[in-house]
């Protein structure tokens, strides 16, 4: 499992490299990005993974979002992959911003064309871990991960599903019931068919209905001038009634003003960093 190195800038104090790699799970050449605090180059670090949205690759986070500063603060490494498989030629991966290219849902596809390639659920969750382990100067059992929009849902499913890998949990302006949704409609009949008994496995809303794992401290911001909100694309309250049922601590911030963009991540970022670094250096 080598790795390229693509880019490496030093950034408040540690460095923000890009790095390339062939995928196992996802056939095809693959790019991620790794924020290394000072911190990292004497300890051991606990590693956040950050989960991007429709249409993005690992630059946006890394450029936009602000996240080094806090990091470094904290001693946390981060990692943010890309948002799907690239260049598999695959007949339509390009032909829509929600589908295909950049939109990889972080689902493990079941249907042809895209079982081959659209792996990112495995992708994030088993091979990504086990080559960050492998190549930085981690602690393997301290790992967490937000995200946002279509990977504030990817971050949601992966620490629901995975009861105990994940010690916290955050997103941004997630999609929490994509069942319910015209892009969660829209992608999951295309990767996983016609049964939707089989899209179940990933709507967070859904999983956190039967989750039983150890104690998940959620953190969600969502811009209420959101147009996806507006467009019922991301359906908070859907998820936030299913926690309080199952006594899921979230805290759930509307926060006044602020729209679905980069501009609203870059606000809060902080306060999820800071999130994170209470429950992995604890």
Known sequence: MSLTQVSSNKCAGGFQ????HESTELKCKMKFAVYLPPKAETDKCPVLYWLSGLTCTEQNFITKAGSQVPAAEHGLIIVAP?????????????????????????VDATEDPWKINYRMYSYITEEL?????ANFPTDPNRMSVSGHSMGG?????????????????????????????PWGQKAFSGYLGSDRD???????????????????????????????????????DNLIT??????IPV????????????????SFMSDHIKHHAKFLNA
């Open 17 to 20: 490299k890009v790095f390339e």
């Open 153 to 181: 849902h990817g971050a949601l499913i992966c620490a629901l599903k995975n009861p105990g890998k994940y010690k916290a949990v955050s997103a941004f302006a997630p999609i929490c019931n994509p069942l319910q949704c």
């Open 129 to 133: 871990p086990r080559l960050i382990n």
């Open 251 to 266: 805290v759930f911030r509307l926060q006044p003003g602020y729209d679905h963009s980069y501009f609203f991540i870059y």
């Open 198 to 236: 089989t899209w179940e496995a990933y709507d967070a809303t859904v999983l956190a209905s039967s989750y039983s794992g150890p104690p998940l401290d959620v953190l969600i911001d969502q811009g209420r001038d959101d147009q996806f909100l507006s467009a019922s694309q991301l359906l908070p």
């Open 242 to 247: 299913v926690c309080s049922e199952k006594k």
């Open 82 to 106: 890309d948002t799907s498989p690239r260049g598999c030629n695959i007949e339509g991966e390009d032909e829509s911003w929600d589908f295909g290219t950049g939109a990889g849902f972080y």
